[in-house]
């Protein structure tokens, strides 16, 4: 563990220095996300100026709902997303030989060779947000709550993770799949509302297929006291289940590549 730990941090290292050498996409990160939370907040207001609740949340349970939507964004777009498009790459022109020669987990190296750092700057917009709704609510936050938010933003974070590499796994089998990028974009947009206001096929669909629920809707749950224990245990449950899953298609796919070596 500790030799996976150095090489994490060394990977991590060199791809910040790499990114250090273009701030001025930090300011543009900063707008984006200033724009995109900016419209998103708009919506909410228009939402809540014909009602009082959006399928028994507030407006300010809402807020923290879309706090931890931005922040699992930021954990896409700054690790996991250029990640898996790395992957993509590497498939496609069959240079992913140069990972799976090297002595260290394929899967491992595969999910840690790229961060956008500035990209990042929406975990803390995430974060500010979260804050800023808890304060509006003013009910005060249970040290229990504070505690499972953080297990279920860290299971939510696993899920997508592994939703991204069970999808991306398929470039084994199409090559090109550089649309998988809009198609998740697309779906994830879903996630900005909690999965209970969606109709019980959809909800279904964006717990089990795509994980919002575990992604967002959980962890969001957990500070506004929605979340019960057996619901966190269900997600520990479906997040252990789901890497497996993941690990088993990687391995499988791996046996499908044919690389620039063969």
């Not at 505690?147 to 991204?164: R, S």
Request: charged share 15%; with cysteine; glycine share 8%.
């Amino acid at each position: 563990m500790a030799t996976r730990d150095r090489l994490a941090m060394t990977y991590l290292r060199v791809a910040a220095l790499n990114e250090l050498q273009y701030r001025v996409n930090f300011f543009l990160s900063i707008v984006q996300s200033l724009v995109a939370v900016g419209t998103a907040l708009v919506v909410l207001a228009l939402v809540f100026s014909h009602t009082d609740s959006l399928g028994g949340w507030s407006s300010d349970e809402l807020l923290v709902v879309m706090g931890v939507y931005v922040l699992i964004g930021g954990v896409i777009r700054s690790i996991i997303q250029p990640n898996m498009q790395q992957l993509m790459e590497d498939v496609e022109e069959g240079t992913l030989d140069y990972v799976l020669t090297k002595p260290a987990d394929a899967q491992l190296l595969v999910s840690i060779r790229r961060f956008g750092l500035w990209q990042a700057v929406d975990v803390l917009v995430g974060l500010l947000l979260v804050g800023i709704a808890l304060i509006r609510l003013d009910t005060g936050v249970a040290v229990w709550s504070v505690l499972a938010f953080v297990l279920a933003l860290v299971l939510g974070g696993l899920d997508v993770y592994c939703f991204w590499l069970l999808l991306t796994s398929s470039a084994f089998v199409l090559t090109r799949v550089n649309f998988l990028v809009e198609l998740f974009d697309g779906m994830y947009q879903a996630g900005r509302w909690p999965v209970t206001i969606y109709p019980g096929w959809l909800r279904i669909g964006f717990t089990f297929l795509v994980p919002l629920a575990f992604a967002v809707t959980v962890p969001a749950s957990a500070l506004t006291g929605r979340l019960s224990g057996w619901l966190l245990l269900g997600a520990v449950v479906f997040t252990a289940v789901l890497f497996a899953l993941t690990r088993y298609v990687w391995s499988r796919s791996l046996r499908r590549y044919s690389g620039a070596s063969a």
